[in-house]
Structures are given as structure tokens and as C-alpha cells.
């Protein structure tokens, strides 16, 4: 089944520096890679997704790219503020049929110092 | 706020018992998927029903089940509840059969089960 890696755990940035989030993911047949941020005690929320027929995706201050060679996806934050402190998740998802699982990474704890 | 329901917020029970967590999905969304968190697994897919049948199975115990009614609201009853239990278990809805696109998941705020 699929697996996903993410790294790192934690990361703890400035503020107004860039953080990035790196996943690896291990069925090459998956085509569908969201990214969640979580604040604690409260649902995952959707920030940017990506699908496999596009490389790379921008929204704002947020970036996905995608490498389905090297089956690893990765998310940019440029410019980062305090609220934007929180844990984040990659995920994978293959769609077939219309039966779709996510399976997420364990998630990356980022903090941004004022 | 994403459009999904959940209820309870919070359920607190003791070991043994069963308990009934319902989902109302996004209007017009007809898939729900369950999800479970705790914290040394992280974030698990369980179940996912589209339109009142089940369409994909997770890592779920034998111990748990769900359905999804002809209203498309969904409830996950988890029964002989252990300790290793208490977690929370989020919702999450799509709109469409995706026919191998994969579709947009939205989350609802969960409910918090604490097993005693």
C-alpha cells in the first residue's frame, strides 16, 4: 500500500523567511497530493492541493511542486508570518473508481519566530 | 468554516462501551470518509462511503463500523472501546464520484473520544 514520508518533523524559521516541507510518497500510481494545515485541537484545513498532470502549483505566499520521477512533492512558504505557526500535512491519494484514500505523512510542526 | 458537522464535540466513556459518532456532509457532497487521530499513528483513512455504499477501507478495526444514510449523513460506531481508543475522529466529504481524479476532501471539526 502507500506510504508517505515527510520531513522535517519540526522546523522552526524567522519570520519572513521561507520554510519548506518535504514528502516522498512510495505508489508511483497516485495522483492526487493536498497539503493540510492543522492548528491545535482544531480540523486540518486544506491550503493547496496539486494533481499529478501539473509539476507545480502557486497560491499567494504558498507553492507546491511535484516530481513523480523522483515520487516526492514539496511545499513553499515564502514570507512567513506568526499565524502561519502550525503542524502541517502532506498527503497521497490514488482515485480509482471513485474509492479514494488519503494517506498522510506524520505531520511537520512549524514555528515561525517573531 | 468547511461546511461539514460533526457531533459531539466530545464524548468521554469508559472501557467496554460502544459509542455513535454522526457526520453531516457539505450540501450536495456524497462522499464521507473517516478519519482517525491520535498521537502516535497520526492521521488515519478508516473508511469512505459514496452515496450509502462503502467504496474504500482503511486500516479499521473489526470492532468499528459505519454507514451512510439516504440523507448522505454518515455515523462510525466504535464498540468494546479500549484505551487505545481515545483519539479524534474527524469527518471529511467530497463532492463527486471522482472516476479516477481524485477529489477535494473537506474536514469537519471532529469529535474528541476519551476512553476511561
Known amino acids: 500500500g502507500e506510504n508517505v514520508e515527510q520531513h522535517p518533523s519540526t522546523l522552526s524559521v524567522q519570520e519572513g523567511d521561507s520554510a519548506v516541507i518535504k514528502c516522498t510518497y512510495s505508489?508511483?500510481?497516485?495522483?492526487?497530493f493536498p497539503w493540510y494545515k492543522q492548528e491545535l485541537g482544531k480540523r486540518p484545513q486544506l491550503i493547496i492541493d496539486i494533481r499529478s498532470n501539473v509539476g507545480e502549483k502557486k497560491d499567494q505566499r504558498i507553492a507546491v511542486t511535484l516530481n513523480k520521477t523522483a515520487k516526492h512533492f514539496s511545499l513553499h512558504i515564502t514570507e512567513t508570518q506568526p499565524e502561519d505557526s502550525a503542524v502541517y500535512f502532506c498527503a497521497a491519494s490514488l482515485g480509482i473508481q471513485g474509492a479514494q484514500k488519503l494517506v498522510f505523512g506524520q505531520g511537520t510542526r512549524l514555528t515561525i519566530n517573531p | 468554516d468547511s461546511g461539514v458537522t460533526q457531533t459531539p464535540k466530545h464524548l468521554i466513556t469508559a472501557t467496554g462501551q460502544r459509542v455513535t459518532l454522526r457526520c453531516s456532509p457539505r450540501?450536495?457532497?456524497?462522499?464521507v470518509y473517516w478519519y482517525q487521530q491520535s498521537l502516535d499513528q497520526g492521521l488515519q483513512f478508516l473508511i469512505q462511503?459514496?452515496?450509502?455504499?462503502?467504496?474504500a477501507k482503511g486500516n479499521i478495526l473489526e470492532r468499528f463500523s459505519a454507514q451512510q444514510f439516504p440523507d448522505l449523513h454518515s455515523e462510525l460506531n466504535l464498540s468494546s472501546l479500549e484505551l487505545g481508543d481515545s483519539a479524534l475522529y474527524f469527518c471529511a466529504s467530497s463532492p463527486r464520484l471522482g472516476r479516477g481524479v481524485p477529489d477535494t476532501q473537506y474536514f469537519g471539526p471532529g469529535t474528541r473520544l476519551t476512553v476511561l
Open positions: 450540501s450536495g457532497d456524497l462522499s
Open positions: 462511503y459514496y452515496n450509502g455504499e462503502e467504496r
Open positions: 505508489d508511483s500510481a497516485s495522483n492526487y
